[in-house]
């Protein structure tokens, strides 16, 4: 199966492609997703949620642009360039994954890299010769739209492009306030847009460079990802020392007010004409608070889990949305508590019940010493704030209750916590998780169970699709399809992700042209 990060699927999360609305794809069978990009713009991307499989390369871009009647807050780009950074370990996903089952850490990345390449050989000594590295050809004096995504495992890191400015414009489908940035720390799941002029000289190549940010290991610097900024009348190869990080690699102040210095373009709209800035979300009365606690990893039944608020989600084999349709009971719990759980932690299905229209408040604690970021599908919403130390009902006081970014995906720093704001504007079961493949898998997610008192569900919502799989309790209903090709299951499974990632970034253009 396929996610989308940032596609919300309005009232529709039959598409939504995780494990709590739909079944996996059996190996050698298709499924054809069908979804309406409906009031959205911006930079996304699709990854397989199941089983760490991002990191085996299983990713690609989605780009929604405006329709032509509706107005960007900057002059139309030169070019448009789609650019993936993230960790990445010489393991594939199996074995990464009986690390995690077996109690151990997943330790040290081997690289970091971009666009699925490895770094240029800036230093001798630290980079391998024969390595192919990524290089971005540019026409001097033109701008370029830089879409940036951070797919990797688990590592926050650090981007900048040699002698150059990147203007941010857009997060995750939200216009920002433009300002300019020689670097910006992009944790791991998070999309940004960068406009950037090629007003160098080109007396040579320039770098651009991904590095791990928050970590104590001097090995780290072999990690470091670079790319190749090449102009059409470069003068010779890029050299010289990488530029360099923000003066405290390890100094989260920085990257916190960083964040805070993220704020929304209110005066401009986004997908419709009408400003971002016209919903005013500090004035609406919030139905529902949240707040979800991590904690580092812990021992649950003999084996290591990680919790929200004291629970370790364990998926179950029906998905919660299917268990709905069918009036099968006993597949999860309505009892996802607001506040974090006292007691021993559990491992359990539970989900967090709420009402189609209501205004949800959610704060994500962050009491393990790594940075986490949260994802919700089917929706945007605010970042109304951020700070370290536990977050109280006064900490409400230093809320942005105007321009806070809209986004998906959010950082929480060690230690520290993010108030989120978002309107239940679309009935169905949505995931919330960590981006942090090694969390997420160990248990860190839930969902949110929406549902329109006045209608049910299938009148609000979108019916389920007619291409439905069965699996669980619901097993027999499943049709046979006959597997495509004759590739035997055990190479299958070998499918080389980039070939899919291109395949499938193909069938996602095509159905969001129609």
């Known amino acids: ?6 596609i919300q699927q309005r009232k529709n999360c039959w598409q939504d492609g995780v494990l709590g609305t739909t079944c996996p794809i059996p190996p050698g069978w298709n499924w054809t997703y069908n979804f309406q990009v409906k009031d959205q713009i911006g930079s996304f991307f699709y ?7 991002r990191a085996a390369g299983g990713f690609g871009g989605i780009t929604v642009n405006n329709r032509a009647v509706i107005s960007v807050p900057f002059d139309t780009p030169d070019g448009d360039i789609t650019l993936f950074i993230g ?4 393991m594939n996903h199996t074995h990464l994954r009986k690390m995690l089952d077996d109690g151990k850490e997943l330790g040290m990345p081997d690289g970091v890299l ?3 390449k490895g770094p240029y050989r800036y230093n001798d000594s630290l980079v391998p010769d024969g390595i192919e590295h990524e290089t971005i050809k540019v026409e001097p004096g033109k701008t370029y739209r830089f879409r940036v995504h951070n797919v990797g495992v688990s590592t926050s890191l650090n981007l900048r492009i040699q002698n150059h400015n990147m203007a941010l414009v857009e997060t995750e489908g939200s216009y920002t306030m433009k300002q300019n940035f020689t670097n910006l720390d992009i944790h791991v799941g998070q999309s940004y847009s960068f406009l950037v002029t090629m007003d160098q000289n080109a007396s040579s190549d320039y770098y651009i460079v991904a590095s791990a940010r928050f970590v104590n290991e001097s090995l780290w610097t072999r990690v470091t990802g670079v790319a190749i900024l090449q102009y059409s009348n470069s003068k010779g190869k890029a050299s010289g020392p990488l530029p360099d990080p923000p003066n405290d690699e390890y100094d989260k102040t920085f990257s916190m007010n960083q964040a805070r210095s993220i704020r929304m373009n209110v005066s401009t709209g986004a997908a419709r004409p009408n400003p971002q800035g016209s919903f005013h979300y500090g004035s609406i009365n919030v139905s529902q608070v949240y707040k979800l606690r991590n904690e580092p990893p812990v021992i649950i039944n003999g084996k290591k889990r990680t919790t929200l608020s004291g629970i370790s989600y364990s998926p179950p084999d029906t998905p919660l949305r299917l268990a709905d349709l069918y009036d ?3 597949v ?6 607001t506040m974090p759980i006292d007691g021993p932690p ?3 299905t539970s989900v967090i019940n709420s009402t189609y229209k209501n205004f949800l408040e959610i704060v994500f604690q962050n009491n393990d010493s790594t940075v986490q970021t949260y994802h919700i599908d089917g929706y945007a919403f605010w970042v109304v704030g951020m700070d370290y130390g536990e977050w109280t009902e006064n900490s409400r006081g230093t809320y942005n209750k105007w321009d806070g970014v809209s986004r998906c995906t959010t950082q929480v720093f060690p230690g520290a916590w993010t108030a ?4 239940l504007d679309s009935p169905g079961f949505w995931n919330v998780r960590t981006e942090n493949l090694d969390t997420w898998y160990l248990g860190q997610e839930t969902y949110i169970r929406v549902v329109d008192p006045n209608g049910g569900y299938n009148v609000t919502e979108m019916v389920a699709p007619d291409n439905m799989l069965y699996c669980g309790l619901l097993k027999d209903k499943q049709k046979a399809q006959k597997p495509h090709g004759s590739r035997s299951s055990a190479s299958a499974a070998k499918l080389n992700y980039h070939v899919l990632a291109a395949l499938v970034s193909l069938v996602v253009a095509l159905v969001l042209g129609h």
Do not use: A, E, H
């Open 332 to 337: 999860y719990t309505l009892d996802f508590p």
């Open 87 to 90: 960790d990445w370990y010489k």
């Open 47 to 53: 990854f397989p949620p199941l089983g760490m499989q």
């Open 328 to 330: 099968k009971k006993d």
């Open 114 to 116: 971009m666009n699925g």
């Open 346 to 348: 559990v491992i359990r």
């Open 420 to 423: 989120v704001m978002l309107s």
């Open 1 to 6: 199966m396929l996610t989308r990060d940032g």
